[in-house]
Nanobody, 123 residues
Framework: QVPLVESGGGLVQAGGSLSLTCADS????????MAWFRQAPGKEREFVAA????????YYADSVEGRFTISRDNAKNTMSLEMNSLKPEDTAVYYC????????????????WGQGTQVTVSS
C-alpha cells in the first residue's frame, strides 16, 4: 500500500495556528473514514478528530473541540486539520490514518503508521 504522508507541522507560539495536511495519494481510504491522531513524548497515541467518507459526520476529542477543524477533499485525496489557539499541551507528532469511523475513535486503524509531522507549541 502507498503510505499516507503528513505535512504542515512546525514550531509556533501559544495561541498561534497551524494547518496540517494528510495526502492519500494511493487512494487507500477514498471510501473510508479518516482521522488525525497525535502522540506526545512519554504518552500513548491519542485520538484527535475523525471525519466520515462523505464529510458529513465529524468527531473531535474534548481536548481540541472548538479549536481544531477537520476536513477532507476526496477529489484531491487529502485531509486537513486546521489548528487554532494552540496550547503547549498540543505539542506532539501528528499522524493520520483511516478505517471505520467507530474504530478510529478507539485508535483502531486499517493502515500502517507513517512518519507523522511534528507540532511544537512554545509557551
Amino acid at each position: 500500500q502507498v503510505p499516507l504522508v503528513e505535512s504542515g507541522g512546525g514550531l509556533v507560539q501559544a495561541g498561534g495556528s497551524l494547518s496540517l495536511t494528510c495526502a492519500d495519494s494511493g487512494r487507500t481510504f477514498s471510501t473510508y473514514a479518516m482521522a488525525w491522531f497525535r502522540q506526545a513524548p512519554g504518552k500513548e497515541r491519542e485520538f484527535v478528530a475523525a471525519i466520515s467518507w462523505s464529510g458529513r459526520i465529524i468527531y473531535y476529542a474534548d481536548s481540541v473541540e472548538g479549536r481544531f477543524t477537520i476536513s477532507r477533499d476526496n477529489a484531491k485525496n487529502t485531509m486537513s486539520l486546521e489548528m487554532n489557539s494552540l496550547k503547549p499541551e498540543d505539542t506532539a507528532v501528528y499522524y493520520c490514518n483511516g478505517g471505520l469511523l467507530p474504530d478510529l475513535q478507539v485508535r483502531s486503524v486499517k493502515g500502517a503508521w507513517g512518519q507523522g509531522t511534528q507540532v511544537t507549541v512554545s509557551s
